[in-house]
Nanobody
Framework: QVQVQESGGGAVQAGGSLRLSCVAS????????VEWHRQAPGSRRELVAG???????DYADSVKGRFTISKDYAKNAVILEMNNLQPEDTGVYYC???????????????WGQGTQVTVSS
């Protein structure tokens, strides 16, 4: 069983920063890719950023230059650093971990419960 846990959400004013953390636990053989998604009220969930195990990254156009996805090897966590936050960044942020669980050879998607980010103007 693979579990994904996000942390670090909160409320900030426009221009502020937050740091989200995503940790996957359980019997895992490998994690080839991790993504951060967000869902604003009344909107579809959208991809914000992704990072491969080799370190390559990808970002939605709306967050390029403001958000950074990285790996904290000490904590075995994938971090989403969010700077210059704007009200349109408000939403629930979810971590999706593409992992190969122990005993399997297939990559499966595992989602966390999400963490709320609220940016006021």
């Amino acid at each position: 069983q693979v579990q994904v846990q996000e942390s670090g959400g909160g409320a900030v004013q426009a221009g502020g920063s937050l740091r989200l953390s995503c940790v996957a636990s359980g019997s895992i053989v490998g994690i080839p890719y991790v993504e951060w998604h967000r869902q604003a009220p009344g909107s579809r969930r959208e991809l914000v950023a992704g990072r491969s195990s080799s370190g390559s990254t990808d970002y939605a156009d709306s967050v390029k230059g403001r958000f950074t996805i990285s790996k904290d090897y000490a904590k075995n966590a994938v971090i989403l650093e969010m700077n210059n936050l704007q009200p349109e960044d408000t939403g629930v942020y979810y971590c999706k971990t593409k992992a190969v669980p122990s005993g399997s050879v297939r990559i499966s998607d595992y989602w966390g419960q999400g963490t709320q980010v609220t940016v006021s103007s």
